[in-house]
Structure formats: structure tokens, C-alpha cells
């Protein structure tokens, strides 16, 4: 299992957009936006039964689940403020990102998924993607489901893909 850090804070739940409110009959989730700490947003969470639901990336027939919580604390916090239909918009600091694991693909475009986590809290399955106009270099993907809205930070976030990637190809044993 590979682990790289970078910055420091807590994830908060900063925003919630008024459609992400919880759906008491057994239909589809409407979901909406939440947003964490500011600056990551997730589209079409929702709660359904008194539960929690993901959203998933949907695929050539098949779903991806990309998003998933890593803290029951995050949970509770997500579950209250869908219940309520509103959250506390605290402020919150910058977080700590981190990429849990490099699994390699045998797709020639998306050579690996990168899983990227939030303040040990949410996790993030983001795409590696060869480029076909700079041979030797590669891109991030994120799921169309997931947006980090800070250039910065997001920068920072596939810098360090990018760099944790570049080191299981250097080591045999990630092969």
C-alpha cells in the first residue's frame, strides 16, 4: 500500500445544495451538492431510508463506485444534515491529501486509478490517463461526479498522483 501526504485541516461539510434533501419513498435518490471543507464537492448524495447513499459513475452499462466514506463520524455528519435538509456551514481548513493506492490497469489510455484520500475521510478514485498528444506524460481524471473547486489544490492533488504513479513504475513489486 503506497501513502503520500499533503496539507493539514479537517473535513468539514461546508454547503449543501437545497435538491440533496432526503427521499422518503423507496424512489431514486434526486440528490444534490454537498460540499466539504470548501473546496470538494460532490454531486448526488442523498439519503433513502434512513441511509446514506453514495452516488456512483455509471459506464458503458456498468457503475463505478468512485466516492466512498472512509469515517462513520463523516457518515453521521452527512446523515444529519440530510435529515435536516440543512448544515452547519462551519469553516474549515485546507485538507489533507493523501493517495491510499496505484492500481495498474491494462487499458492502454487509463493505465491506473488512483486512490486519493481526503483527511482520511472521503475517498476519491481518480483515472491516470496516458496522453495521446505528449507521448510519455499523463493526465488526471476525476470522476464527473466529484470537482475540487481550488486551482491549487487541485493542482497539488495530481502532482501528487502523478509523482505516486511515476514511483510503481520504478518498483517491480507494484507490477
Known amino acids: 500500500m503506497l501513502f503520500w501526504a499533503v496539507g493539514a485541516g479537517a473535513l468539514e461539510i461546508t454547503r449543501l445544495n437545497s435538491e440533496a434533501v432526503a427521499e422518503s419513498s423507496?424512489?431514486?435518490?434526486?440528490?444534490?451538492?454537498?460540499?466539504?471543507?470548501?473546496?470538494?464537492?460532490?454531486?448526488?448524495?442523498?439519503?433513502?431510508?434512513?441511509?446514506v447513499i453514495m452516488p456512483v459513475t455509471e459506464y458503458k452499462g456498468r457503475s463505478y463506485t468512485d466516492i466512498k466514506l472512509l469515517s462513520k463520524i463523516l457518515y453521521s455528519r452527512i446523515e444529519a444534515c440530510l435529515s435536516k435538509g440543512a448544515c452547519k456551514n462551519k469553516a474549515a481548513a485546507e485538507p489533507v491529501i493523501s493517495i491510499a493506492e496505484i492500481k495498474s490497469l491494462r487499458s492502454k489510455t487509463r493505465v491506473a486509478n488512483a486512490e486519493t484520500v481526503?483527511?482520511?475521510?472521503?475517498?476519491?478514485?481518480?483515472?491516470?490517463?496516458?496522453?495521446?498528444?505528449?507521448?510519455?506524460?499523463?493526465?488526471?481524471?476525476?470522476?464527473?461526479?466529484f470537482t475540487i473547486k481550488n486551482a491549487a489544490l487541485k493542482s497539488k492533488a495530481e502532482q501528487l498522483i502523478k509523482t505516486a504513479y511515476s514511483k510503481t513504475l520504478k518498483d517491480p513489486r507494484t507490477k
Not at 481518480?126 to 495521446?132: D, N, T
Open 118 to 145: 481526503f483527511d482520511g475521510e472521503l475517498l476519491v478514485t481518480a483515472g491516470v490517463v496516458r496522453s495521446s498528444r505528449e507521448p510519455g506524460e499523463v493526465w488526471i481524471a476525476w470522476p464527473e461526479i
Open 26 to 51: 423507496g424512489a431514486a435518490c434526486p440528490g444534490g451538492i454537498m460540499v466539504f471543507s470548501g473546496v470538494l464537492e460532490v454531486k448526488g448524495i442523498c439519503l433513502r431510508k434512513n441511509a
